[in-house]
């Protein structure tokens, strides 16, 4: 019998078409290398090794979100995915892996399992079926909320370089004392976020994102800022869905620096997860966390064969 995570998967192949080799969701992205320096904010909140303030190496995975390697990336309902490897001492390695989105469609696994099973194109229209999708929203009032704040974030930018990224689910960084300082991850580029007009929507290539930051990159640096929302008293750790309303303290964390295009544009045995986690940094008990984890797992394995 299928594990949850096996049908999550087929699930989105259902919805993206199955393409041996690529990844279920983001098939199609551009993998850079460079470099991040950390904040002394930073090191006074986290004992992880990339947080210290030494420069340590990066790669990094700019992506479409479909999964689909064919989408368009000014597809308005696409989106993006920023993936960051931390290369440490020794030999180890810690990730940070972010969309544009707000907070997340769902809160359980289940739920992920159902609302892309809704998704899915009915075979005689291409299209989902309406009264499944529709169901499936009315019984889930935090997907609706999840969605109406989400998609203005998800339209097509004039680069992977002026779109934000943010971490759905809320990490610990753990000090020296061993006290844990509970956030969400973001990151900001550092010429801000620019949103193509309708009329570029309409002329750009398919792939435009991704043969625009590799020029842009030819011409120098690209930059992003890490910041670090912290919880206030009573925010929801374990419920990606969760908006934290009201006013935050937000920590710098540091600033990315991506530098060079890889030698293989989109490595596919490239894997990033955002619970390859590092001491001095936790998980929460955010059940989409784990899922999102162990799908990515069986998306690798099935790619890797």
């Keep these: 019998m ?12 259902a919805i993206h078409g199955s393409h041996p080799g ?24 986290s004992t ?5 303030g030494d420069a340590v190496p990066v790669t990094v995975r700019f992506s479409n979100a479909s999964g689909n390697p064919r989408t368009s990336d000014a597809d308005p309902i696409a989106g ?6 931390f290369e ?16 997340f469609m769902v809160r359980t696994a289940a739920d992920f399992l159902a609302f892309t099973r809704a998704r899915a194109p009915d075979p005689e229209t291409g299209q989902p079926d309406p009264e499944k999708l529709g169901a499936f929203v009315a019984e889930h009032p935090e997907t609706v909320a999840a969605i109406e704040a989400s998609l203005p974030q998800i339209a097509p930018t004039t680069s992977y370089a002026t779109s934000d990224y943010n971490g759905l689910h ?7 004392a061993g006290e844990r300082h509970w956030g969400r991850y973001s990151w900001v580029p550092e010429g801000g976020v620019e949103f193509l007009t309708s009329e570029q929507v309409a002329a750009a290539d398919e792939d435009y994102l991704q043969a625009e930051i590799v020029e842009r990159i030819a011409r120098g640096p690209v930059r992003f800022s890490l910041k670090f929302t912290l919880a206030a008293e009573g925010d ?5 869905t969760a908006f934290w309303e009201g006013n935050r303290e937000l920590v710098t964390l540091g600033t990315l620096e991506v530098t060079e295009i890889s030698g293989d544009p989109d490595d596919a045995s490239l894997i990033t997860d955002p619970v390859n ?5 936790e998980p929460s008990d955010d059940e989409i966390l784990e899922a999102r984890s162990r799908a990515y797992s069986v998306s690798i394995e099935r790619r890797m064969r």
Excluded: Q, Y
């Design 170 to 176: 809320a990490f610990a960084l753990v000090d020296a």
């Design 22 to 45: 690529l990844r279920a969701a983001h098939a199609r992205g551009t993998v850079c290398t460079g470099s991040f320096t950390a904040t002394r904010e930073a090191a006074a909140l």
């Design 277 to 281: 986690l590092t001491e001095g940094i």
């Design 48 to 52: 992880a090794a990339h947080l210290s």
């Design 236 to 240: 929801p750790l374990d419920d990606p």
């Design 88 to 103: 440490l001492p020794r030999g180890e390695s810690t990730d940070i892996v972010c969309v544009p989105l707000k907070v």
């Design 2 to 13: 299928a594990t949850i995570w096996e049908e999550i998967v087929d699930s989105l192949n």
């Design 80 to 85: 993006r995915g920023m993936s960051v490897k």
